[in-house]
């Protein structure tokens, strides 16, 4: 679950220059990826891609919003290439929303090499009735291990879990038949 939010709100893990098109993955790799925005500028001396106003990304039914999202290499390519990303930002109204979940934060960052996901501000995570809210989330996708919050700024963080539905709850509600 993580994973897969992790990989969708940096979405762009493996753009390619050179004359390709950007390949990507924010849900089912086999299906097509939409990307638009306002602007996309390509720094090449910086190594740095910008997706500038109303950055809206769809793959299937996973989808990836923000204002404004930086892809960064780190320069260690052969030739003439970029090397591989250094790090994905997604800056202002992230949002990344599929059927079973929706996170949403001021900024994310996604540090390829240590696959470690960072989402800071207004940060609210739900699925189903379930919700989490902070200021701070912080997953190791190595490790699998997360973090919600930061200690020492007064923020607390808040967790409302809704009690999951029985079957015996489910037929209690069903009439007889008869």
Request: glycine share 10%.
């Amino acid at each position: 679950m993580m994973r897969l939010l992790a990989i969708a709100l940096f979405g762009l893990m493996s753009v390619t220059l050179a004359g390709n098109p950007a390949q990507a993955q924010i849900g089912n790799s086999s299906l097509p990826l939409d990307i638009e925005a306002d602007t996309f500028e390509v720094f090449d001396a910086e190594r740095h891609i910008v997706w500038l106003g109303n950055v809206h990304v769809v793959q299937g039914e996973s989808s990836l919003q923000a204002d404004r999202m930086d892809v960064y290499y780190n320069g260690e390519g052969e030739g003439s290439g970029w090397g591989d990303i250094d790090r994905i930002v997604a800056t202002d109204n992230v949002f990344y929303v599929t059927p079973a979940q929706r996170a949403r934060g001021d900024r994310g960052v996604y540090q390829m090499a240590d696959e470690i996901i960072t989402l800071t501000g207004e940060v609210v995570i739900t699925q189903g009735d379930n919700v989490i809210t902070t200021n701070r989330f912080v997953n190791n996708l190595a490790t699998g291990n997360s973090n919600f919050g930061e200690a020492g700024t007064g923020e607390r963080v808040r967790m409302v879990l809704q009690p999951a539905r029985t079957t015996d709850e489910d037929d209690a509600t069903e009439t007889p038949e008869g």
